[in-house]
């Protein structure tokens, strides 16, 4: 087996004309190193992990097994705390509705954020009407929760309080450590969302009294299809099933586990467990350049989110008075999103970035730059240049510019909204 | 979103923008849209004593599809009398341009902004009344 | 380490060539599909392309095609996602069925087919809307179903009608319009695509299936989740693949032409050995080889230590070693169900993989005190 780390990050070479990609929050490209580790298991060794009689069902076992290790390490789990699952919204379902259901009998009531991904607010309304109490904790400017107003939230009745680790468009990053420590003094499980999390920043299960976390495959360089919740055993956290039949991992997910994919996902953990440290500091450089060229060059824009407690490979800044999707399609040499890639196909503005009580107006004008482990700083002069030159290019057709030019402020006008 | 050819065109090479003198007596303006809705759109037209509109001129903050729909109607009311221009429907645009359901909007704005101007400039020159006629 | 003669493609199965490139190639090249931006709308395209793939292997509408993480949750989706409803499924379901809150069981005959007669009095003691779970082929055995005739019943009585065919697709034609099923469960791996894919497919597109995965609005509502966009277009390779293979290809009667000689020269040199379901149409690739009087677990340790990979029972449940419940429910006498063995074929399984089994188990059998005659013949 060769080390974690050894071979080195490679480089990912663009196709001629295709976009600089800047999204890492909405997916990443699955690094070469994974896609090598995880292609033997397609054609040569390709038996069922779960036969328990001859060779290729034992091989197969022994990869899924030494990838779950690989997701424990990088949390500080132990590898039977782990089970794989389709991906980090199953994650967020299974643990969500999983503990609501087994303890609804002595518990019904769940504290969330209001900027949780939409899966698991979809999934508490769900439980909302079957009868559940949710609570939707409001955020600060900056778009962390306030330790208070979760403290007051918690009561008795509280089976598991679920607040993300890192949100997917301000990448602003949770005090985890903090609303452990609240969660396991008041007894309620806590559930974090970290598909946004791991490999980014240092986790612990342990020391941050993490009871169940969600974690995805395709958001840390490791195929889509595949994720992993965390379920601790001691003290022990238990679930109902959404997906029964077979009973692998433990009888709280059935299905054969798909052995290509869960050594993608554990090889992916180790790279990123491996190169941590290095990458943060190196991201940090490139985000700090990128801010710093925009500022330098475009007045009225705006950082959405705490610039401090944020993971290095995210930005999301507002545009004054251009119009995001506009904008988009004006930096079309770049590959970002405006709002959340699953919001976006709708009309309606981030509610991440409302809920931070960005206006709408503002809201509009926002795009979100995800910077990865195949960002180049030649990338981010680009992308400075690109965007530069498609905000003046709008800037001077936009109406709303020219009144700012001419000191009316937009908000004295009466808008006939439609 | 994939967007047609045409709103390309007219987004990377928008027809008629600026500004013309709002004072004017032959220039009506309209602005419509807001902000909080994602699309305002600014667009002004200069008659002829003879009643046809000799120049237009826009300014759009909003999508691809918003920027596309004004340049392409300041480029089809020029040379257009009032009630022709007045005459131009949402859906003629939405189909020269190919917008998607969800652009739609896009083209009911631009629809808006022309009745605008025009009722601004009736309103100036005091052509209302001849209007009702 | 060498490699052992594989036949337990009911387990497992290598992803065809074709189907490696193509997921090697989403896995380096893929974008999120919901993303709006070139390498977004690429990756939506892909799927798109893989959904008509899937689709038309069955003779469905492509909307219909809802992808899944295989077929348990396929299995999982439709009986969750029906509303209230009766839910019955036949006593040799795979337990991704059974044990999927199944109100009513249906009874099999002594060759594992489905009971028509008690299905439809069930039906008719019903006074709500049931859902009526069948599967096409059955894992275990191979036997097929009755599908298009129990399909018939179910909507004469006004049920809803459920079709697993996680094990018989790309084995078999299959069209959802000749079987007239509601549902269709498909799993890519059994038909050489990757793991960890699999679809629903409704014969009515806007079928309102309630969604088990909820956030996101992926899949028309009805599975939320990013797709596993390597997974679905390799599912989709596969099934074009598949498509090509029954429609013409020599594979598959290959395959039954090694499946019916393993079973002839097994007959012939063991005597007490029975084929079970040999009276009924099965897959092709599927043998169930009972030996009274030595239990399947052994045949398969032996057989392995033979370098020759074949199961007991299923998968899933193999690691508990316990009996299997599909042989129960058909009725078979204790010694023959806990004798029985799986043996599962795949495109890749040439004549020499039968004769290596044959002389391995032969052997066996010899070494346990039965006779045997002759060794097997040629291929």
Redesign the interface.
């Given at each position: 087996m060769t080390a974690i780390g050894a071979k080195p990050c490679p480089t990912l070479s663009r196709p001629k004309g295709?976009?600089v990609?800047l999204?890492y929050q909405?997916?990443t490209?699955?690094d070469?190193r994974?896609?090598e580790a995880?292609?033997p298991w397609?054609?040569?060794k390709?038996?069922?992990p779960?036969?328990?009689?001859?060779?290729?069902?034992w091989e197969?076992e022994e990869a899924v097994e030494k990838a779950r290790e690989q997701i424990a390490a990088i949390i500080g789990a132990d590898a039977k705390e782990v089970i794989f699952?389709?991906?980090?919204?199953?994650s967020?379902?299974l643990a969500l509705k999983g503990v609501a259901h087994f303890y609804k009998d002595k518990k019904n009531h769940i504290v969330t954020v209001v900027t949780e991904?939409?899966?698991?607010?979809?999934?508490c309304r769900?439980l909302e009407q079957e009868g559940f109490q949710v609570t939707y904790l409001p955020v600060q400017a900056n778009g962390l929760i306030d330790l208070a107003e979760l403290e007051a939230a918690i009561t008795d009745q509280t089976a598991i309080v679920s607040v993300m680790a890192v949100n997917n468009e301000i990448g602003v990053i949770q005090p985890l450590a903090e609303i452990g420590a609240l969660c396991r003094k008041k007894g309620a499980f806590f559930h974090t969302d970290c598909a946004q999390a791991v490999g980014k920043i240092p986790l612990d299960v342990n020391a941050m009294n993490i009871d169940l976390m969600s974690i995805?495959g395709?958001k840390i360089y490791g195929?889509?299809?595949?994720g992993a919740l965390f379920v601790r055993r001691r003290p022990r956290v238990r679930l109902v099933p959404?997906?029964?039949?077979?009973?692998?991992e433990r009888g709280m997910r059935?299905?054969?586990?798909?052995?290509?994919?869960c050594v993608?996902i554990g090889e992916a953990c180790a790279i990123a467990q491996a190169e941590m440290a290095s990458e943060a500091e190196r991201l940090t450089g490139l985000r700090n350049r990128l801010l710093g060229g925009l500022r330098q060059r475009l007045p009225e824009i705006y950082v959405n989110g705490d610039l401090d407690n944020r993971i290095p490979g995210n930005l999301n800044i507002s545009f004054a008075?251009?119009?995001g999707?506009?904008l988009?399609?004006?930096v079309?040499e770049?590959?970002?999103?405006s709002g959340s890639?699953?919001t976006?196909?709708s009309?309606e503005?981030s509610y991440v970035l409302r809920a931070l009580g960005v206006?709408?107006?503002m809201a509009?004008t926002s795009l979100r730059f995800g910077l990865g482990r195949f960002t180049s700083g030649e990338d981010i002069d680009f992308a400075i240049d690109h965007i530069v030159e498609a905000v003046e290019h709008l800037r001077?057709?936009?109406?709303?510019?020219?009144m700012h030019l001419d000191g009316v402020d937009?908000k004295s006008i009466q808008?006939?909204?439609? | 979103?994939a967007?047609s050819d045409k709103v390309?065109d007219h987004?990377e090479h928008?027809r008629n923008?600026g500004?013309l003198d709002k004072d004017d007596g032959a220039v009506g303006t309209g602005?419509?849209?807001?902000?909080?809705?994602?699309?305002?759109?600014?667009l002004q037209i200069k008659v002829s004593a003879e009643g046809i509109i000799e120049d237009a001129k826009f300014?759009?903050?909003?999508?691809?599809s918003?920027?596309a729909s004004s340049s392409l109607v300041t480029e089809w009311v020029k040379g257009k009398t009032l009630d022709e221009a007045a005459s131009i429907k949402n859906t003629d645009i939405a189909q020269e341009l190919a917008l998607p359901p969800?652009k739609i909007?896009c083209s009911?704005?631009a629809e808006?902004a022309i009745k605008a101007a025009i009722a601004d400039y009736k309103k100036k020159s005091g052509k209302d009344e001849e209007a009702a006629e | 380490?060498s490699?052992?003669v594989?036949l337990?493609h009911n387990?497992?199965?290598?992803?065809r060539?074709e189907?490696?490139a193509a997921?090697?190639e989403a896995?380096?090249?893929?974008?999120?599909p919901?993303?709006?931006?070139?390498?977004?709308r690429a990756a939506r395209q892909r799927i798109e392309q893989a959904r008509a793939q899937v689709a038309a292997l069955v003779e469905a509408d492509p909307a219909g095609v809802i992808f899944?993480?295989?077929?348990?949750?396929a299995?999982?989706l439709v009986l969750a996602g029906c509303g209230r409803i009766i839910r019955m499924a036949s006593a040799v379901e795979?337990?991704?069925?059974?044990?999927?809150g199944i109100d009513r069981i249906i009874p099999v005959d002594g060759n594992g087919i489905v009971d028509l007669a008690a299905l439809d009095a069930m039906l008719a003691a019903e006074s709500g809307l049931a859902l009526v779970s069948l599967m096409l082929a059955n894992n275990e055995t191979g036997i097929i179903q009755p599908v298009a005739e129990a399909a018939a019943l179910c909507h004469a009585r006004g049920a809803l009608f459920h079709c697993d065919a996680a094990q018989a697709v790309g084995r078999m034609k299959l069209s959802i319009r000749y079987f007239n099923a509601d549902f269709l469960t498909l799993s890519a791996?059994k038909m050489g695509g990757?793991?960890?894919?699999g679809a629903v497919v409704m014969a009515d597109p806007e079928f309102r299936m309630a969604p088990?995965?909820?956030?996101?609005?992926q899949e028309r509502r009805r599975r939320?989740?990013?797709?596993?966009?390597?997974?679905i277009v390799g599912f989709g390779t596969a099934a074009a693949l598949a498509g090509d293979d029954l429609s013409g290809g020599d594979t598959i009667s290959e395959i039954c032409g090694l499946r019916d000689r393993l079973e002839r020269e097994a007959a012939r040199m063991v005597p007490e050995a029975r084929v079970i379901g040999q009276a009924v149409a099965r897959l092709p690739n599927t043998t169930c080889l009972a030996l009274p009087g030595l239990a399947g677990?052994t045949q398969?340790?032996a057989l392995?230590l033979a370098g020759v990979?074949?199961?007991?029972g299923a998968?899933?449940?193999?690691?508990?070693v316990t009996e299997s419940r599909v042989l129960a429910a058909m009725g078979l006498e204790p010694e023959i169900r806990g004798s029985a063995i799986r043996i599962s074929m795949g495109r890749d399984t040439r004549s020499e993989d039968v004769d290596c089994f044959l002389a391995a188990w032969a052997e066996l059998a010899r070494r346990k005190g039965y006779t045997v005659n002759g060794a097997a013949a040629a291929a």
């Open positions: 295709a976009p990609y999204d909405a997916t490209p699955c070469p994974v896609v995880m292609l397609f054609t040569e390709f038996g069922n779960h036969s328990r009689n001859h060779l290729y069902g197969a699952t389709s991906g980090a919204t199953e967020n379902n991904h939409k899966c698991v607010l979809d999934t769900y995805s395709h195929p889509k299809g595949i959404l997906i029964t039949g077979g009973g692998q059935s299905g054969t586990l798909p052995t290509p994919l993608g008075f251009v119009e999707e506009g988009m399609m004006g079309k770049l590959a970002v999103s890639a699953c976006s196909a009309l503005p206006d709408v107006e509009h001077a057709m936009s109406p709303l510019w020219d937009i808008w006939a909204e439609h | 979103m967007y390309i987004y928008p923008v500004a602005l419509v849209g807001a902000p909080a809705c994602g699309d305002v759109m600014k300014k759009t903050f909003g999508c691809g918003a920027i969800v909007h009911v704005l808006d | 380490m490699r052992a594989y337990d387990a497992g199965a290598p992803a060539p189907v490696a997921v090697a896995l380096l090249h893929g974008g999120n919901s993303s709006i931006h070139a390498s977004g899944t993480s295989g077929g348990t949750e299995n999982a795979h337990p991704s069925v059974l044990d999927a791996h990757p793991s960890g894919v088990i995965l909820l956030g996101g609005g939320a989740g990013t797709e596993n966009l390597s997974g677990q398969v340790m392995d990979a074949v199961s007991a998968a899933c449940s193999s690691g508990k």
